[in-house]
């Protein structure tokens, strides 16, 4: 039997870089995994849309979808907009069994990742104790979602950076120039800001206006097609698509 397909949901952006960015990454998801179909769609702006591309997967035969939400915290679209597409695709096709699989944040590769850009940004090793880090993510007005960012800035401050700050571009506060002028106030050295986002657009743009308004030393890049986030897109299938208890060889 078919493993199932593996259906990556990405926001969608008028900027032609993100879809191009999630193709990107997806293409690396297929290298990772040889054999195992994915597919990819967004929740607006890019076609193809959720809905056209289960139906098509309906009527291909497919069995079996999980939908991964291409998203770093459960806010709005993971808890609202994504399950009700899905619900209503359900509805439509009774046949196809959707899953919806977890968020991919927060996870040890998405911390890895962040260290990748941040190297290839030019931060070595011997920086990072005289160096302050910005975690620049596109912001949330779900509490739940800004506690994880808060969380995830508090974990990366133990990894050696001599402060961590969180900040946001939009929703909430405080913005990257803020919190980049809010380190040097403190007597920091060195400053970085590293983009807590997954492909290009408006917010990674604002993210990086702030960077270069405050007088960041380093911007790190989005964080993009990673082979450690293609790897954690893998890792929430695989936790989806096996039930508690089981494994993937049973």
């Not at 969380?151 to 571009?169: K, N, Q, Y």
């Not at 506060?173 to 403190?186: N, S």
């Not at 986002?197 to 097609?225: N, Q």
Request: with cysteine; glycine share 6%; net charge positive.
């Amino acid at each position: 039997m078919a493993p199932p397909v593996l259906l990556v949901i990405a926001h969608g952006s008028r900027d032609p870089r993100h879809a191009a960015t999630v193709h990107a990454l997806t293409g690396r998801v297929r290298a990772q995994r040889p054999g195992l179909r994915v597919e990819t769609a967004f929740l607006e702006f890019n076609a193809p849309s959720v809905p056209r591309v289960l139906e098509r997967l309906a009527a291909e035969g497919a069995a079996e979808v999980v939908a991964l939400p291409l998203l770093l915290t459960r806010a709005f679209h993971a808890k609202t907009d994504i399950p009700s597409v899905l619900r209503e695709a359900r509805a439509r096709l009774p046949r196809l069994h959707i899953r919806q699989a977890d968020v991919l944040g927060p996870s040890p590769l998405l911390n890895a990742t962040l260290g990748r850009r941040l190297r290839e940004a030019g931060v070595r090793p011997g920086d990072i104790p005289r160096t302050g880090l910005v975690l620049a993510s596109a912001g949330s007005s779900d509490p739940e979602a800004i506690a994880v960012i808060a969380e995830i800035a508090r974990e990366l401050r133990h990894t050696g950076w001599c402060a961590v700050r969180p900040a946001f571009a939009s929703a909430s506060l405080p913005r990257t120039e803020d919190a980049v002028r809010a380190l040097r106030a403190e007597g920091v050295e060195r400053v970085a800001v590293a983009p807590y986002v997954i492909a290009p657009g408006r917010l990674p743009d604002r993210i990086a206006a702030g960077a270069e308004a405050a007088g960041a030393d380093v911007l790190a890049d989005v964080l993009g097609p990673a082979p450690e986030l293609a790897r954690l897109l893998l890792d929430r299938y695989d936790e989806a698509r096996v039930p508690v208890g089981a494994s993937l060889s049973a």
